[in-house]
């Protein structure tokens, strides 16, 4: 069975200091990957997706990047964190070329910025 | 471009009374819906979906969803609500399209009061 893994779970940054999540996914090839922002508990924002390696759509402009190393590797980065890059990190899979399956998701990176 | 409306942050319901959360969406072509169901702290877990053909979609845990062609609804539904029901819901729109990427509505607090 397929599954993924998000970590770490929670982590406080200070202002300015860099910033690696990884995402893994197991049992899938070559499956699209997503990752989103969700604010207090309510909607979520897409930041990029993938649809294979090396291969990263940007959503929003923002201080954040995307990197896809290899298939079921998914990484969200930053050089510098603002204030605002607080939240809820979630990452998440679907079937390749497969817009009529459904997304799996991660349960999550919190992270705070001091 | 595509969109998802949740009109309700919040639905209250006694257990064991029926209970809807509410969805409309706005999509070019035909729509593939999701329902997600998200827990405190947690990813979202695919709940249902529609395809194609019966407009009335059976999902996990009891729960079912009406695809409203007319109206562009995809309404949730559960006949019984358990208080273990209490939490956020989400529904998605994708387009039938290779490129098609998942809109989320802002999401639905369920509480289901003993």
């Known amino acids: 069975s397929q599954t993924i893994h998000q970590w770490p779970a929670t982590l406080v940054q200070p202002v300015g200091s860099p910033l690696s999540l990884e995402c893994t996914v197991e049992?899938?090839?070559?499956?699209?990957l997503y990752w989103y922002r969700q604010a207090a508990g309510r909607g979520l924002q897409l930041l990029f997706y993938s649809v294979g390696i090396g291969q990263i759509s940007s959503e929003v402009p923002q201080n954040l990047s995307a990197s896809r190393p290899q298939d079921r590797q998914f990484i969200l980065s930053s050089k510098k964190l603002l204030l605002s890059d607080s939240g809820f990190y979630l990452c998440?899979?679907?079937?390749?070329?497969?817009?009529?399956?459904?997304?799996?998701f991660g349960d999550g990176t919190r992270l705070s910025i001091l | 471009a595509q969109s998802v409306a949740q009109p309700e942050d919040q639905v209250n319901v006694a257990e064991g009374n029926p209970l809807t959360v509410k969805c409309t969406y706005s999509v070019s072509g035909n729509p593939y819906l999701f329902w997600y169901v998200q827990y405190p702290n947690r990813g979202l877990q695919f709940l249902l979906k529609y395809i194609t053909g019966d407009n009335l979609v059976k999902g996990s845990y009891g729960f079912e969803a009406e695809f409203n062609k007319s109206q562009t609804s995809f309404h949730l539904k559960k006949p019984s609500a358990l208080v273990s029901d209490s939490a956020l819901y989400f529904c998605a729109v994708t387009p039938n399209t290779n490129a098609g990427k998942s809109t989320f509505g802002d999401g639905t607090t369920l509480t289901v009061k003993p």
């Open positions: 998440a899979w679907s079937g390749p070329d497969r817009t009529n399956q459904p997304q799996h």
């Open positions: 049992g899938t090839s070559n499956p699209n």
